[in-house]
C-alpha cells in the first residue's frame, strides 16, 4: 500500500494548478446519462472517484473513451443496463447519482445503497423522497434502491435537510419529467450551479440554481453537449492553507475567488495576506505564524465540511486556541486523534475540538481514514519536525490530482513510497 512521506519544516513558496472539481465531474458524469448524444466533458480531473465513475458508466453500457487530456465522451445512448452494483457503491457514495437520471430517462435503477461511512451514517432518504414524490415507485430491497416510474411527474419537494447529491439528484431527474418541478431548500455549492449550467447546455429547463429554490420544467430530450468542468475549490483551499501553515506563499492559478469566500476570510483572520487575482488566488503568510481561528462548517455559502481538517491542522501550530464545530457530518474529528500524535493539543467535545495551538508538531506515523483527513494529515507532515508518513493514501487520491507532484512544484520535500510491510 502506498504512503507518503514527508519531511517537514520548509515554507512553501510557488504556483500550483487547480485541477477540475471531483464533485463537479463525478455528478456531470452521472447526468450524461440523460442525453440522446454523445456529451464530451473537459478538465475532468484524473482521480479513483472518477475512474469509478467512469466504469460505472462503462458497466451499464454506455460507450467512454478518455483522451491523455483528461477528456471525457460519453455516449449514452448504447445503455442497457440500470444497475449499480455495491461492490461499486461501497468504494464510493457518488455512484448514487445516477439514480435520478436512470429513473428519469430509462423509467428504472436499481442502485446499492451506501452504507455508513468514515464520517457518518450518510443516509439517502431525501433522494428517495423525492423521487417517490416525482411518482415513482420506490423500494428498499436486499440493500438496494429498486425504483419503476413510466414519467416522472414534476412536484414541489421541500428537502427536510440540504443536501448537495440529493438536490443534484433530484434536479437531474426532474429535467426529463413531465411537467414543473420545484426543489425548495435547495444546496447552493458552486458545483450545483455547474451541474446545472451543464443540464441547461443539454436543452434542460433550470432556473433558480446558486438559490435554495430551484425549479425545473421537464422536457421531453435532452441533447449532446461540450462542457468544462469547474475548478475545485477544496483543492484550491487546500493548497493555499499549505501556503499558510508553512509560513509560505501559495498562488493557487485557476482558482475561483468567489467559490471561496468563506475559507479566504478564515485565511485572513489567520493573519494571512490575500491576493484574489485575474485567474489566481494567492496566499502570503511568509515570516509570520498562523493565529488560530474559529470554525463551523455549514452548507455554502458557509464554511465548506471539505475544509474543516485543513483548518484544524492549521490552529494545531497557531498562536492561540481556536474552536472547530462540525454540524454536516457526524463522525469527522478522525484526524483529530492522529494529529494529537504529532502533538497537537485538541480537546474533543462532541461535535467541538478545542485546539491550543502549539509552537511546533512532532513528525510520527499517522493514518488517513477519510478524504479531506488524509489532506489534513498532509499539512500537519509539512510543519512537523522530521518525517512524517501518512498512511492509506488511497483516500487522498480520491480527491486529489498528482498530490506530491503539485506540493513538491511548491518547495515541499515529499515522496510517494510502495510500503510493502
Ligand atoms: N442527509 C440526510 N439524508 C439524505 C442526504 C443527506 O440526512 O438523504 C444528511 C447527511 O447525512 C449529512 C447532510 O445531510 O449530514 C449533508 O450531506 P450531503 O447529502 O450534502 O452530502 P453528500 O451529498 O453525500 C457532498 C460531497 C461531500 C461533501 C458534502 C457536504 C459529493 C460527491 N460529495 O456529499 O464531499 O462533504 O456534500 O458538502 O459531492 C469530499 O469531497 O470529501 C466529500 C465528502
Redesign the pocket.
Known amino acids: 500500500m502506498d504512503k507518503l512521506q514527508i519531511r517537514g519544516g520548509a515554507p512553501l513558496d510557488g504556483e500550483v494548478r487547480i485541477s477540475g472539481a471531483?464533485?463537479a465531474a463525478?455528478?456531470i458524469l452521472a447526468g450524461s446519462l440523460l442525453a440522446d448524444g454523445p456529451v464530451t466533458i473537459a478538465n475532468v480531473p484524473h482521480l479513483h472517484d472518477v475512474t469509478t465513475m467512469i466504469s460505472l458508466l462503462g458497466r451499464m453500457g454506455a460507450s467512454v473513451t478518455v483522451d491523455e487530456r483528461m477528456h471525457v465522451e460519453v455516449d449514452p445512448t448504447t445503455t442497457k443496463d440500470t444497475f449499480a452494483p455495491y461492490e461499486l457503491v461501497k468504494t464510493m457514495?457518488?455512484a448514487i447519482?445516477v439514480l435520478g437520471p436512470l429513473v428519469a430517462k430509462h423509467g428504472r435503477a436499481d442502485v446499492s445503497l451506501p452504507g455508513g461511512c468514515a464520517?457518518?451514517?450518510?443516509?439517502?432518504?431525501?433522494?428517495v423522497a423525492g423521487l417517490q414524490a416525482m411518482g415513482a415507485d420506490v423500494h428498499i430491497e436486499n440493500g438496494y434502491i429498486r425504483a419503476r416510474a413510466d414519467r416522472l411527474k414534476g412536484a414541489r419537494i421541500v428537502m427536510e435537510?440540504?443536501?448537495?447529491?440529493?438536490t443534484e439528484n433530484l434536479m437531474m431527474a426532474a429535467t426529463l419529467a413531465e411537467g414543473q418541478t420545484i426543489l425548495e431548500n435547495a444546496?447552493r455549492?458552486p458545483?450545483i450551479v455547474d451541474l446545472a449550467q451543464f443540464l441547461v447546455s443539454m436543452g434542460a429547463q433550470i432556473r433558480g440554481h446558486g438559490t435554495d429554490t430551484i425549479v425545473v420544467d421537464g422536457v421531453g430530450k435532452l441533447h449532446g453537449t461540450h462542457y468544462e468542468v469547474l475548478p475545485d475549490r477544496?483543492e484550491a483551499g487546500t493548497y493555499l492553507l499549505a501556503g499558510a501553515i508553512t509560513s509560505g506563499r501559495v498562488r493557487a492559478r485557476g482558482a475561483r475567488a468567489e467559490h471561496l469566500d468563506a475559507v479566504l476570510h478564515k485565511l485572513q483572520q489567520a493573519g494571512a495576506a490575500v491576493t484574489r487575482g485575474d485567474g489566481f488566488i494567492e496566499v502570503d503568510m511568509r515570516g509570520r505564524r498562523t493565529k488560530s481561528v474559529d470554525i463551523r462548517t455549514a452548507?455554502h455559502p458557509g464554511f465548506?465540511?471539505?475544509m474543516q481538517a485543513q483548518f484544524a491542522a492549521l490552529d494545531t501550530i497557531a498562536d492561540g486556541v481556536g474552536t472547530i464545530v462540525e454540524t454536516?457530518?457526524?463522525n469527522r474529528f478522525m484526524h483529530m486523534l492522529e494529529m494529537r500524535r504529532m502533538g497537537a493539543d485538541i480537546r474533543l467535545e462532541g461535535n467541538t475540538a478545542i485546539i491550543r495551538g502549539v509552537p511546533k508538531l512532532t513528525a510520527a506515523p499517522v493514518m488517513a481514514t477519510?478524504?479531506?483527513a488524509s489532506a489534513s494529515l498532509v499539512l500537519a507532515g509539512l510543519v512537523a519536525e522530521g518525517t512524517t508518513d501518512v498512511e492509506r493514501i488511497y483516500h487522498i487520491d480520491r480527491?486529489y490530482e498528482h498530490i506530491e507532484q503539485k506540493l513538491q512544484g511548491l518547495g515541499a520535500q515529499i515522496k510517494r513510497m510502495n510500503d510493502r510491510r
Open positions: 471531483k464533485n463525478l455528478p457514495r457518488a447519482l464520517i457518518g451514517a450518510r443516509p439517502v432518504n431525501i433522494h435537510t440540504v443536501t448537495v447529491t440529493g444546496a455549492e458545483e477544496i452548507p465548506p465540511t471539505d454536516i457530518f457526524e477519510d478524504l479531506r480527491g
